[in-house]
């Protein structure tokens, strides 16, 4: 969506630790209910979610970490209209998610 601007990025969800809050969370799905959004149900800002490209990662929303918390974000725009092209089209997408 544009309007969420919805700007992440993706590690393995071997690689995610969600330290506190998990019972003040909610999910939300849409459509094919793939992707999993997770919500704060106190502000209602969605900080990681289960991708549909990447059902095996946790795209991630940066502006939702504590500082000192990622070291480097390789930023990468993809076509989010038409994400399930932008998707087959990118080279590496899928595998980001990969350990």
Known sequence: CTKK????????????KLLKG?????????????AQHMFC???????????????DGCGI?????DDGTVQTIIIEDINGKEWEKAVKEHKTLRDMSQP
């Open 5 to 16: 601007q919805n700007r992440h990025f993706i590690v393995p969800v071997s690689h995610f």
């Open 41 to 55: 149900k106190t502000c209602g800002v969605q900080s990681f979610y289960t991708p549909c490209s990447n059902p």
């Open 61 to 65: 929303a940066p502006h939702c970490l």
């Open 22 to 34: 998990a019972t003040n969370l909610t999910t939300y799905t849409f459509n094919t209910h793939c």
